[in-house]
């Protein structure tokens, strides 16, 4: 460790704070690295998933739109509730033991929907899978934090994103195909062998030992104080409502919506696909210059003032069928600023703090668009006997609504980032 003679005095401003530095771009950290991204990808195309069997679901389980909703945000209930516990658990059992926890629960919850014959069964087989995806994310953050350096957290983390919006993207194009070919239950049997992958490979790359930040000042490292931090809130509920572009609307209700204009009937699916793409590209783009100085507060509002313009150029219906790809590959890119407020926590909190707080943020992002968007989205449909293009406008309005409340919430806060010194231990 550095003699104390050469810190600089510490101020109110200026924490000292201890880290175990850990290895750098090694072939096991590259391939654990994957191994989690491979998780965070099942975990986008399940929680979509039922978007893509609508018409299957609708006929098998005898639902109407609102029982829709509510069986896509069955997932989420278990999954944004058990987000703070995950932080919890990533710091005290570590990445490999709740990857694979993760994944065994994940499959379950695949074979239950994949046999399910009520709508009970089905809710109660996304509900199982939700809990299973719970920790996923703090995971893949954890497997970030373990094994790679500080200042490639953002270019990183954004990796998450590009993963599992390619993730999504394949789902979308393959989902389809393979429910025309064997059928939807037969679909989901096949993700039960896909989420046993990552089971099989993180005992062979990963340990439970942790090389977390180690904060000396008590407050910045005391998880309690995460939900006493109103800048963390502010931050978090923004990545909630610019997420519900992807969660709420591509992930759920865009299909039936573009669906909903006759030349867009068997074109949905690749439509929305742009969107995550456009999420998958601008998500480590935005990583990579968060890292490198850019003004992350002025991107967070034009990213949300450009999604606003966006979104309500999609719902005016004036495209023709062929701009909507790009629009819609425009949007996915806008959108996927909701990942900056991850690298503004990990600026602002070490340690255990750290892992709550990329918890609360993950927590309050999925919460917006997945526990209140659908549901709502789908009552207000449900509302309309025959539901047609314009009835969709309508009930699709409150998700730009929210965008614009997230641009006035970063208008008005400032967020400096932290001055901390940090001391390399040896280990």
């Known amino acids: 460790m550095q ?32 191994t989690a991204g491979f998780l965070v990808m099942l975990q986008f195309v399940l929680q979509g998933s039922v ?69 009970l069964m089905m809710m109660l087989g996304r509900a ?11 995971c893949f953050l954890g497997t970030i934090e373990r094994f790679f350096i500080a200042s490639m957290f953002g270019a990183l983390a954004a990796g998450m994103e590009m993963l599992g919006m390619i993730g999504a993207c394949f789902g979308d194009f393959l989902i389809p195909e393979s429910i025309a070919l064997w059928g939807w239950r037969y679909t989901l049997k096949i ?47 923004y990545s909630g409502l610019m997420f519900a572009v992807i969660n709420a609307f591509a992930a759920l209700w865009a299909i039936p919506f573009l669906e909903a204009d006759p030349e867009c009937v068997g074109k949905a699916g690749h439509m929305v696909g742009m969107v995550f793409l456009g999420a998958a590209v ?75 707080g990329l918890a609360l943020v993950n927590t309050v992002s999925v919460m917006v668009g997945a526990l209140f968007y659908q549901p709502v989205i789908g009552w207000l449909l449900g509302l309309h006997a025959d539901v047609c293009m314009e009835h969709y406008r309508q009930a699709l309005l409150i998700i730009p609504a929210g965008v614009a409340v997230a641009a006035c919430l970063v208008m008005t806060l400032r967020f400096p980032p932290p001055r901390v010194v940090t001391i390399p231990v040896k280990r």
């Open 128 to 138: 199982v899978t939700g809990i299973g995806a719970a920790p996923v994310v703090v």
């Open 282 to 356: 601008g998500a480590p783009m935005l990583g990579w210059l968060a890292d490198h100085g850019l003004n992350i507060r002025n991107v967070m509002m034009s990213c949300a003032i450009l999604t606003v313009g966006l979104f309500m150029v999609i719902l005016s219906g004036i495209l023709p069928p062929s701009l909507h790809y790009p629009m819609l590959l425009v949007l996915g890119l806008c959108a996927s600023a909701y990942m900056l407020p991850f690298v503004l926590v990990k600026h602002w909190l070490v340690g255990e703090a750290l892992s709550m």
């Open 191 to 237: 993700f039960v062998l896909l989420c046993l992958i990552p089971v099989i490979l993180s005992p062979l790359l990963m340990s439970d030992r942790q090389g977390l930040a180690i904060g000396s000042d008590g407050e910045s490292n005391n998880w309690k104080s995460v939900f006493r931090n109103g800048r963390i809130w502010v931050v978090s509920l």
């Open 51 to 119: 978007s893509l069997m609508v018409p299957e679901i609708k006929a098998d389980l005898q639902l109407q739109e609102a029982g829709v909703g509510l069986l896509s945000s069955i997932f989420f209930y278990p999954y944004v509730f058990l987000q703070i516990p995950s932080g919890w658990l990533l710091s005290r059992y570590g990445c490999r033991t709740l990857i694979m926890g993760a994944g065994l629960v994940m499959a379950l919850g695949c074979m239950i929907q994949s046999s399910a014959d009520t709508a």
């Open 3 to 34: 003699d104390n003679k050469s810190i600089p005095e510490e101020t109110a401003e200026e924490r000292v704070t201890e880290v175990v530095l850990p290895q750098v771009a090694s072939t096991r950290g590259v391939l654990a690295y994957l």
